[in-house]
T-cell receptor, first 113, second 116 residues
Framework: DGGITQSPKYLFRKEGQNVTLSCEQNLNHDAMYWYRQDPGQGLRLIYYSQIVNDFQKGDIAEGYSVSREKKESFPLTVTSAQKNPTAFYLC????????????FGNGTRLTVT | AQSVAQPEDQVNVAEGNPLTVKCTYSVSGNPYLFWYVQYPNRGLQFLLKYITGDNLVKGSYGFEAEFNKSQTSFHLKKPSALVSDSALYFCAVRDISSGSARQLTFGSGTQLTVLP
């Protein structure tokens, strides 16, 4: 089955450590996205990529970094510079058509203590 | 700029009754509009979208939504609610004319609870 796989489902880290969240898709989608979800705030865009080796900042990119070396993969690194990293992180992808919907993974819940 | 508002944080409805989850939007051009549903600790699932044409859009699981351009609304509806419809619902908008690949702007979500 085609889809988006995020791993791990739960992640615990100590403050001051960088952590990388994995996102892999086999939908052959060009565009991939990272969102952060906090209670009562909906989804906020962190980074997005329309094509391999290219990516752009979203609304809340500070403290995060990404890479897009392969079409299928779009890992997100939460750095120690991110002030409030504890959140639910969602990866999504879509194909080129402007009206195509996003397909989401099942998320990674990151807890930093 | 584009924005979307979901005025109700919580909607409660009895099983078998009709349900409505409200959404209003703001764009400078014409909108693409989407509804997604999220179950606990899961990603969002696409329900339906409005692109152009018929103002009444039918989607998955018996849901439908009505596009109203004059009221800039895109309310989600279902004629008869099920307990299994209980979830978090998100409305999202994209301005067609923006030419932006930043994709969608999401509302803050509405928690729907269907009471048995």
């Amino acid at each position: 089955d085609g889809g988006i796989t995020q791993s791990p489902k739960y992640l615990f880290r100590k403050e001051g450590q960088n952590v990388t969240l994995s996102c892999e898709q086999n939908l052959n989608h060009d565009a991939m996205y990272w969102y952060r979800q906090d209670p009562g705030q909906g989804l906020r865009l962190i980074y997005y990529s329309q094509i391999v080796n290219d990516f752009q900042k979203g609304d809340i990119a500070e403290g995060y970094s990404v890479s897009r070396e392969k079409k299928e993969s779009f890992p997100l690194t939460v750095t120690s510079a991110q002030k409030n990293p504890t959140a639910f992180y969602l990866c999504a992808s879509r194909d080129r058509q402007g009206n195509s919907p996003l397909h989401f993974g099942n998320g990674t819940r990151l807890t930093v203590t | 700029a584009q924005s979307v508002a979901q005025p109700e944080d919580q909607v409660n409805v009895a099983e078998g009754n009709p349900l409505t989850v409200k959404c209003t939007y703001s764009v400078s051009g014409n909108p693409y509009l989407f509804w997604y549903v999220q179950y606990p600790n899961r990603g969002l699932q696409f329900l339906l979208k409005y692109i152009t044409g018929d103002n009444l859009v039918k989607g998955s699981y018996g849901f439908e939504a009505e596009f109203n351009k004059s009221q800039t609304s895109f309310h989600l509806k279902k004629p008869s609610a099920l307990v299994s419809d209980s979830a978090l619902y998100f409305c999202a908008v994209r301005d067609i004319s923006s030419g932006s690949a930043r994709q969608l702007t999401f509302g803050s979500g509405t928690q729907l609870t269907v009471l048995p």
